[in-house]
């Protein structure tokens, strides 16, 4: 198949060795002319740029490399680079005199405690962001790294119990945190075998007692306040009546219809974004102290465990959904190469278009760490539900 030089239309008859090395010389070096192109051409380099981006050829930024490199060679291109970028690092930390301070691998800067999917979701990312040609092209900013996950049963679950799931998967968070860990220190536990995080039976009598106790009663009619041992479904409204019920005040969000262009969300990235905030640390994703998000939607809820945001501001949410068994061979690992990223990723990711599949969304946030009501007056008033709608 015939090819064309991108800067001086030269053809070939395809792409090979003398056509590879025909583009090179265009950027040998600054003070020369390259071959085959005349002086006249060579000087005006605004016109071939146009050309560049239209051809099958992608320019390297990597560090000073700036070759032009065929698109079906990027990415071994690319790992070319960041191979040599680890052998120069494991170099130098072999050269650090004992006693000195050594440099931090990217994919083993973890809080201690990092639970296995938090522990995945940040190697993963951070061999995403190598393969991005630097490793300043995005920022990811995740949850408190103590987050677990928690899968449906395809035997037991699968199709009612996802709810619960992202439920047990906020609370693996919360109770690692001392702050909320003690508001459930009195709850009743069906068996003293019990793990530390509740199990979907113990989180149902534990939903039947908010209501008991007055919260969200609108809620139980409508389930005839009773779950346990049933499959009924859960959303939103029972998460955060269960949260109201020990004295955590939660913020119950209504997405009730797209804020964007051809039914996008892009108020609820926004919302997102501004809850897990900023980091100007690119490279290297970064663990806050928050607790996950609760996003439900229309038959399904899943859990937000942080937000990534490209130096173009493409942002992805990162996402555990119960429902997308995650291989122990991936949750086990201790770093990822360049070509094993993107299985994990696709159960990651959920992008501003993807979030179009949907017309309405709701979000519960735990943002206030105040534990407790200081009066009877204030948790009457947390009684009811009330949710911010947006937009």
């Not at 605004?46 to 146009?50: C, D, G, N, V």
């Not at 219809?257 to 051809?262: D, L, R, V, Y």
């Given at each position: 198949m015939p090819v064309d030089?991108?800067?001086?239309?030269?053809?070939f008859d395809a792409y090979g060795p003398e056509c590879q090395q025909h583009v090179e010389a265009h950027f040998a070096s600054d003070d020369q002319v390259p071959l085959d192109v005349d002086a006249d051409h060579y000087g005006d380099l605004?016109?071939?740029?146009?050309a560049l981006q239209q051809a099958d050829f992608r320019e390297c930024t990597y560090g000073t490399c700036e070759k032009l490199v065929p698109q079906r060679q990027w990415e071994a291109h690319l790992l070319s680079h960041i191979q040599e970028q680890e052998q120069e690092q494991q170099a130098d930390s072999a050269s650090v005199p004992a006693g000195a301070s050594t440099p931090v691998h990217l994919g083993s800067s973890l809080p201690h405690g990092t639970s296995p999917p938090m522990s995945m979701i940040f190697r993963v990312l951070v061999a995403n962001m190598r393969l991005k040609a630097q490793l300043g092209t995005s920022v990811a900013v995740l949850s408190h790294p103590k987050t677990q996950i928690h899968c449906t049963d395809p035997s037991v679950d699968k199709k009612w119990g996802c709810g619960y799931r992202n439920l047990q998967m906020l609370l693996s968070c919360l109770l690692g945190i001392p702050e909320y860990a003690d508001a459930f220190r009195d709850k009743p536990r069906l068996t003293t075998l019990s793990s530390e995080v509740p199990t979907v039976f113990e989180l149902q009598r534990w939903i039947e007692e908010a209501w008991f106790l007055g919260f969200d009663q609108e809620g139980g009619r409508q389930l005839h306040n009773c779950l346990y041992k049933?499959?009924?479904w859960i959303g939103a409204t029972e998460i955060?009546?269960?949260?109201?019920?020990?004295?955590?005040?939660?913020?119950?969000?209504?997405f009730y219809?797209?804020?964007?262009?051809?039914g996008g969300h892009p108020k609820l990235m926004d919302y997102v974004q501004n809850y897990y905030g900023s980091d100007e640390t690119r490279g290297v994703p970064v663990f806050t102290?928050?607790?996950?998000?609760y996003l439900?939607?229309?038959?399904?809820?899943?859990?937000i465990v942080g937000i990534e945001t490209t130096r173009r501001g493409d942002r992805s949410l990162i996402v555990l959904d119960p429902g997308k068994r995650i291989p122990d061979q991936l949750l086990n690992r201790d770093n990822f190469s360049i070509p094993e990223v993107f299985r994990p990723l696709k159960l990651l990711r959920v992008t501003e278009d993807m979030l179009k599949e949907h017309q309405q969304y709701q979000i519960v946030c735990i943002k206030d760490s105040t534990v407790g009501y200081p009066s009877t007056e204030e948790q009457q008033l947390h009684m009811t539900l009330r949710s911010i709608r947006i937009p």
């Open positions: 030089c991108p800067v001086c239309d030269r053809q605004s016109e071939s740029e146009s049933t499959r009924k955060a009546a269960l949260l109201l019920s020990v004295g955590i005040r939660p913020e119950l969000v209504d219809k797209p804020s964007g262009p051809s102290a928050k607790p996950p998000l439900q939607h229309q038959g399904h809820s899943r859990t």
